[in-house]
């Protein structure tokens, strides 16, 4: 079963709650119960959920994590990024995943992100076993491993120091050490686990016949004893295994039961859970990065300069924008934010309103400008039904000037690029 929800929406028990809470679902009282156990239990809790009561009942907010939370056996809470429709927030939060930095998830192809009747997990356990069909067909690595063995004639290379240890009684013995091509290696051991656990998790039947059809393929491959100890041996394997790489990191992602940036504490089981601010900040500089027109030069997260110059010798407060733009003899600063501005505030209250945006981000913004000496700063904001057009430039002085502007995270990434550019090349 899984229950589907809003980042920052809230949860109810129907014991307390008959119709849903607004912005929130309600779950039966056990599912409850856990979650709140989990809030209250774990210092892993806080990042990823709250409690709070409403007219005397009980409610659990989720926070800005989206992807998968596990509640038991084949359990899931699913929180989605909160998009307005018609777009999908399921096949909006995939597309955005494959462009996370050093994530197995780079591999989610257009087919899995169009597969939005399934829930994540389901979505991931299939992306997983896509990358483990071209293992199998092409036959499973095999590797020469060091057997040391007490044989009855002479195998490989004698071991003289072993013989008297154990053989000193036994002439018919001979210790000797040979290398003998097995299947039984750690990228395979892991493989095996992975898909061992995944059997007892996967609900969809196609994805279960594959499982059978892969653990029928390794059956001669024991499952690992170590996670923690094969995965570090996987690190220091030969070439050989390079082919393994897409299915060996979507492994350990499953297996270690964390997302990026979240643990799961007390959690049960798997948890895939993602900070929804660091996906988007990674989808725009994916996109800016590769659509930006000629004679850009992107950097992400560049750390160059310092808030304070000098302190006891030594600069102080790495500055690190999300990203630095050298195009031409131009310089822009762009900084993400996956917060809601309201502009509305520019018809209405425009003189005294602040739509929305966190003093500590012009603030942010500001140190940036100076420090980096760009005129032209960038601040960049997912799109909402009242804010589709560039807000009004804010001034910080005579030199250096704050756009605040949409990324359409449902428009294709190379036309939001091209009207960003568009947009900041204007102010020449």
Do not use: C
């Not at 102080?316 to 996956?338: A, C, G, S, Y």
């Not at 428009?411 to 009207?419: I, R, T």
């Amino acid at each position: 079963m899984t229950y589907s929800i809003s980042e920052n929406g809230l949860i109810g028990s129907e014991q307390q709650w008959p119709e849903a809470p607004l912005n929130g679902i309600v779950v039966p009282d056990d599912v409850f119960q856990l979650l709140r156990r989990f809030t209250f239990e774990s210092d892993q809790a806080d990042v990823l959920l709250t409690f709070t009561v409403q007219k005397g009942r009980e409610l659990i907010r989720v926070r800005n994590y989206v992807g998968i939370l596990p509640l038991s056996g084949k359990t899931y809470l699913e929180i989605l990024p909160k998009i307005e429709p018609p777009a999908n927030p399921r096949s909006l939060l995939l597309t955005m995943l494959r462009h996370v930095q050093y994530s197995p998830f780079r591999t989610l192809k257009s087919a899995h992100t169009s597969a939005t009747q399934l829930p994540l997990w389901e979505v991931f356990v299939r992306a997983f076993l896509d990358t483990m069909e071209p293992l199998i067909l092409q036959g499973i690595q095999r590797s020469y491993v060091a057997v040391e063995r007490n044989e009855q004639f002479w195998k490989g290379k004698f071991q003289v120091a072993r013989q008297l240890r154990e053989n000193a009684h036994h002439a018919e013995r001979l210790a000797v050490v040979y290398e003998r091509l097995t299947a039984d290696v750690p990228a395979n051991r892991i493989l095996k686990t992975t898909l061992l656990y995944l059997n007892q998790q996967a609900g969809n039947s196609a994805n279960q016949r594959r499982i059978q059809q892969f653990l029928s393929a390794l059956e001669d491959v024991p499952p690992t004893e170590s996670v923690p100890d094969d995965l570090k041996a996987i690190r220091r394997t030969s070439r050989l295994f390079a082919r393994y790489e897409p299915a060996l990191r979507w492994a350990e992602a499953l297996l270690s039961r964390q997302g990026f940036g979240a643990k799961t504490g007390q959690m049960p089981s798997l948890s895939l859970l993602f900070l929804m601010e660091r996906v988007f900040e990674e989808y725009v500089a994916y996109g800016v990065r590769t659509y930006w027109p000629d004679a850009g030069n992107v950097t992400v997260q560049e750390s160059s300069a310092h808030l304070v110059d000098e302190h006891v010798g030594a600069p102080k407060f790495k500055l690190r924008p999300d990203m630095l733009i050298r195009h031409n003899d131009q310089l822009f600063v762009l900084d993400t934010k996956w917060k809601q501005v309201n502009g509305q505030e520019l018809r209405s209250t425009s003189e005294t309103g602040n739509y929305g945006i966190e003093q500590a981000d012009m603030y942010q913004l500001y140190a940036y400008g100076k420090k980096y000496g760009a005129s032209d700063l960038f601040l960049i904001y997912p799109t909402n039904t009242t804010f589709r057009q560039p807000l009004p430039v804010f001034r910080y002085d005579a030199l250096t000037r704050l756009h605040v502007v949409p990324f359409d995270v449902t428009n294709s990434l190379v036309k939001e690029v091209e009207k960003l550019a568009t947009y900041a090349l204007s102010f020449q």
